[in-house]
């Protein structure tokens, strides 16, 4: 069956410019995680979903990033006001219950700010 | 922030040699898993060992566990080109906690 999606692959955008990252996580997995990825670094986490709401956001750096999934199944993840030091790339994984620790990442989308 | 942290950093092997990888922790965990990645892309799951398992082996896998020392090792036996990648290593501990990687090990194998 089709792994987890990611829309666009890539996305160039302007300091100050506000953008949405999709995810299209596995069908009927409840669970899904957005994480951020830095040239050289392991991936860190961002926040959890499962289901609709947000079971976890700490990992959300400021109030400029948000993200919503208000069906339980897709997942977009927003940027207001972007900054230089957001570019990054930007994972999304799923995993078919939430506990369920294996999770299956999507090809991610490498977001640069100019 | 990063729990783990891989050793080494980077490593370049020839073709049919072993490969080995480290990784420490700093807090108990429930799980460890070890991810690899290609390109800078999405990360693909390994094997996952649980804090009360000592080793475990999955095809040229090895994966051992120290909870005493908060470390664990990957062992890519016979490696292949197309092991070139970067590995890391994920803890998680009790409930829906997410996952904390570390920084990972680029591989890279010389054919």
């Known amino acids: 069956g089709a792994g987890v999606s990611q829309t666009p692959s890539n996305k160039v955008t302007e300091k100050g410019k506000y953008v949405e990252l999709r995810c299209d996580p596995i069908?009927?997995?409840?669970?899904l995680y957005w994480y951020r990825q830095s040239l050289g670094q392991g991936p860190e986490f961002l926040i959890y979903f499962q289901g609709t709401g947000a079971a976890d956001d700490s990992g959300l750096p400021n109030d400029r990033f948000f993200a919503v999934r208000p069906e339980g199944s897709v997942s977009t993840l927003k940027i207001q006001r972007t900054e230089r030091g957001d570019s990054a790339v930007y994972l999304c994984?799923?995993?078919?219950?939430?506990?369920?620790?294996?999770?299956?990442f999507g090809p991610g989308t490498r977001l640069l700010v100019l | 922030s990063q729990q783990g942290e891989e050793d080494p950093q980077a490593l370049s092997i020839q073709e049919g040699e072993n490969a080995t990888m480290n990784c420490s922790y700093k807090?108990?965990?429930?799980?460890l898993q070890w991810y690899r990645q290609n390109s800078g892309r999405g990360l693909v799951h390994l094997i996952l060992i649980r804090s009360n398992e000592r080793e475990k082996h999955s095809g040229r896998l090895r994966v051992t566990l120290d909870t005493s020392k908060k470390s664990s090792s990957l062992l890519i036996t016979a490696s292949r080109a197309a092991d070139t990648a970067s590995y890391f290593c994920?803890?998680?501990?009790?409930?829906?906690?997410?996952?904390?990687f570390g920084k990972g090990t680029r591989l890279s194998v010389i054919a």
């Open positions: 069908s009927g997995h409840t669970a």
């Open positions: 994984a799923s995993s078919l219950v939430p506990g369920m620790k294996t999770q299956y």
């Open positions: 807090t108990s965990i429930n799980n």
């Open positions: 994920a803890t998680d501990n009790s409930g829906n906690t997410p996952l904390v």
